[in-house]
């Protein structure tokens, strides 16, 4: 696995297979950087469910300023701090569930200008997560969203939440999204 462009592009990442890790494939990973490439720069990035962090590691490569990630395993958690430590990038790592990991980042104060999420498909996260963040306690006004599901799992937008537009890539849908501050 390798960053795919930016500063650090073609730098190996570290990564460990694990079952039931399903990490971005390159072609959506390259969808999303081809969607939110004018929004990169300088922005504040939000990598929820972020198992290897590749998405996040890619944001702050092409130009994002700081790159938060939430991933529930220590394990995967840890490889995602080695990588930024070995590319000196700028991060926080927070290795906790995802909805914790949100309430954690609200109350510290931490605000984003995109936030991209990859939950585990078919397990209604992405609705929950969404809902989480519709108060936009971690979000600065005009945040971008970029949630990654199956094309067999619905989305339910808070009013909070405009839909842009979605992508389709196989079973992957990207809803890209945009919060419109709190109704």
């Known amino acids: 696995m390798r960053i795919q462009g ?4 073609g730098k190996k990442l570290s990564f460990r297979p694990k079952k039931g890790l399903r990490p971005t494939t390159s072609k959506v990973k390259g969808a ?7 929004k990169i720069p300088g922005s504040y990035f939000l990598d929820l469910f972020a198992g290897t962090g590749s998405v996040g590691l890619e944001a702050l490569s092409r130009g994002a300023i700081f790159s938060a990630f939430v991933e ?8 995602i701090r080695r990588n930024l430590e070995e590319s ?14 949100i309430d954690y980042l609200k109350k510290a104060g931490k605000a984003f200008d995109i936030v991209f999420l990859d939950p585990p ?4 996260l992405v609705n929950s997560t969404l809902s ?20 067999r799992e619905g989305i339910s937008l808070p009013p909070s939440f405009e839909l842009i537009r979605e992508y389709r890539y ?7 999204l945009k919060w ?3 109704e």
């Open 72 to 79: 529930k395993s220590a394990r995967e958690a840890s490889i």
């Open 170 to 176: 196989g079973d992957t849908i990207l809803s890209l």
């Open 6 to 9: 930016g500063e650090f592009k």
């Open 180 to 182: 419109k501050g709190e």
């Open 121 to 124: 498909y078919e397990k209604g």
């Open 32 to 38: 999303i950087f081809n969607i939110l490439k004018a």
């Open 88 to 101: 000196q990038l700028n991060g926080l790592v927070l290795s906790m569930d995802v909805l914790k990991g």
């Open 132 to 151: 989480l963040l519709s108060d936009g306690g971690c979000l600065v006004k005009g945040a971008i969203i970029l949630a990654e599901r199956s094309r």
